[in-house]
């Protein structure tokens, strides 16, 4: 039983530090070799030719201000809504909760393309009808701009940022704001004196994730950058690799080190300000209830500004794709458009024999590979909170190293790692690789299932003579069940949507939904891009569904027993 266990951990340890650590080692070794044909052969050509090229610098310029804006546009408007959630009066506040889950089911690809048929400059929909309406020569908006860039990533990252903002916001002791009240100080000067700064390790936390998540973004700067020839350092990498005569992946591992190093450094800061929060704990006691500010006739007005947020995350995006996939081009929402609705996308996407293959492959991926995911999660989150040793340390902190790394840089070190193997060009490399870059995914969820169980329960069965992988089978996961659901369902949501990882290591023959999507945006192919979008939004859908209906009936199966 003891010997179990202690094999197990050096055994992940090994499986685990070969998913997140292989492809960094790989990166380093590839950006200082010379060439994938050259692996191994030193030289500094590749970091003297990518950081002298005169571009460089306006790509380093252009990341910066997009990652700082998405992080200051993403976090003012979460601080905005937890603040009417837990401070105010507001009605409807399960409009909070379905604004911080139901965005992050929609694929960021998709959401992007979303605003790029409403506001691109040639024919954008609502460019369209402004023309329409006020006679105008010229398109109002252009997406195609840093500024757009910086407000649909920032959006995109709201959820995230709320998430890490609310429960800070509704565990602030009111007894601070109320003393400051009662001195003669108005809401507005509290909430700059009093409550902002006390949550200032939250409101930085948030700040930095949405800078991280940004970093490693790869969508919005492809579907709304590109064509704007505004260049980070995601699609920087994508045109060194996927444009020209030959894929330079030595300088593409050499650019990567950068986003790495900065990556790092940001998760670092991250995890610093999140420990130091305690610094700022206000809670004394268990009596304290937070007041609840009157809007009076503010109420109903930012009411309908939440509803509109909720509005532009969840329903427009699903809405405009549809209305695309339906019309021959894009045009604007009259008689004459809905009179010539069609299937037409829709049945060319189903005679295609590349988008089918994508549905295929994506599939796959999200079943098969959430399914071995969650299996490693299990055993990695098991050694984690029970066996409490320095190897086990050890496998937390490698586990969660991937959370760090943008997911086209560590497609190039998988990259460097696949090509001398057999899985180079297969539908296995990107399974390895996509359960390497979303184990964190499948472990959070079970890490917090494993603390929920009582060291007894296990303590009874090895009393009884059960070994380790025994009481694993029929007595720990069985109540790790709702655990193992939502990290499935986490993972294979991932995977059906991932794109920064495969636009890096799917080859002819392996193309998955997203890849597809960016190939028919490349292409202008709206409408067939649009139909097979809800396509993967309802494949998305349909697996959440029946997973969480399968877990239902086996808690109910578990509670009878």
Not at 443 to 449: E, F, Q, V, W, Y
Not at 452 to 473: A, D, M, P, W
Request: hydrophobic share 55%.
């Amino acid at each position: 039983m003891f010997s179990t266990r202690t094999a197990l951990t050096p055994s992940l340890i090994v499986i685990v530090g070969f998913l997140t650590v292989c492809p960094v080692v790989m990166l380093v070794l590839g950006s200082f070799s010379e060439g994938i044909g050259a692996f191994g052969k030193f030289t500094l050509e590749k970091y003297i030719q990518s950081y002298t090229d005169p571009a460089f610098a306006g790509i380093i310029v252009n990341t910066v201000i997009f990652t700082i804006g998405s992080g200051f546009v993403a976090t003012l408007l979460a601080l905005f809504l937890a603040y009417l959630n837990t401070r105010t009066n507001i009605p409807f506040k399960f409009l909070f909760r379905i604004i911080s889950i139901i965005p992050m089911m929609i694929p960021h690809i998709l959401f992007s393309v979303s605003w790029v048929l409403l506001l691109n400059p040639s024919n954008g929909m609502i460019n369209l009808l402004l023309k329409q309406i006020f006679n105008l020569e010229n398109s109002p908006f252009n997406i195609y701009t840093l500024g757009g860039m910086i407000l649909v990533e920032g959006l995109l990252d709201l959820p995230i940022a709320y998430l890490i903002l609310a429960p800070a916001m509704a565990a602030f002791d009111v007894s601070l704001e109320e003393s400051s009240k009662v001195s003669g100080a108005s809401n507005l000067r509290t909430l700059t004196r009093v409550t902002l700064p006390v949550l200032r390790p939250a409101i930085l936390a948030s700040f930095i994730l949405v800078i991280v998540r940004s970093l490693a973004s790869f969508a919005v700067p492809s579907i709304i950058g590109m064509p704007g020839r505004i260049y980070v350092l995601a699609t920087h990498i994508y045109r060194i690799i996927a444009t020209g005569f030959a894929a330079d992946y030595g300088m593409a591992a050499a650019v990567g080190m950068s986003a790495l190093a900065a990556s790092i450094a940001l998760i670092y800061l991250y995890r610093y300000l999140t420990s130091e929060s305690e610094k700022y704990v206000t809670i004394s006691s268990r009596g304290y209830r937070p007041s609840l500010i009157e809007l009076k006739k503010a109420k109903y007005p930012l009411f309908a500004i939440v509803g509109l947020l909720s509005f532009v995350l969840i329903v427009l995006p699903v809405l405009v794709l549809f209305y695309t996939s339906l019309v021959p081009y894009s045009m604007v929402p009259d008689a004459r458009a809905f009179s010539m609705m069609n299937w037409k996308h829709w049945l060319d996407v189903l005679k295609d024999p590349i988008s089918l293959l994508s549905l295929k492959n994506s599939v796959f991926l999200g079943i098969v590979g959430a399914t071995l995911g969650v299996i490693l999660s299990i055993f990695v989150s098991y050694v984690i909170v029970k066996v409490r040793t320095r190897a086990a340390g050890l496998l937390e902190s490698i586990s969660f190293l991937s959370f760090s790394f943008p997911g086209i840089v560590i497609g190039v070190g998988f990259m460097w790692f696949f090509v001398r193997t057999p899985l180079y060009a297969t539908i296995w490399s990107l399974l390895i690789g996509y359960i390497a870059t979303y184990l964190p995914y499948g472990i959070r969820p079970l890490t917090s299932a494993f603390i929920q169980i009582h060291s007894h329960l296990e303590e009874s069965s090895r009393v009884c003579g059960g070994g380790t992988l025994y009481t694993l089978r029929r007595i720990v996961i069985p109540l790790l069940i709702p655990g193992v659901v939502s990290g499935w369902i986490l993972m294979a949501t991932m995977f059906v949507r991932e794109l920064t990882l495969s636009v890096v290591l799917s080859r002819p023959g392996t193309e998955v939904l997203a890849v597809q999507i960016l190939r028919f945006a490349e292409d202008g192919l709206w409408g067939k891009l649009s139909a097979l979008g809800i396509m993967m939004i309802c494949i998305s859908t349909i697996i959440v569904v029946i997973a969480s209906l399968i877990g239902m009936k086996m808690t109910r199966v578990q509670e009878t027993d």
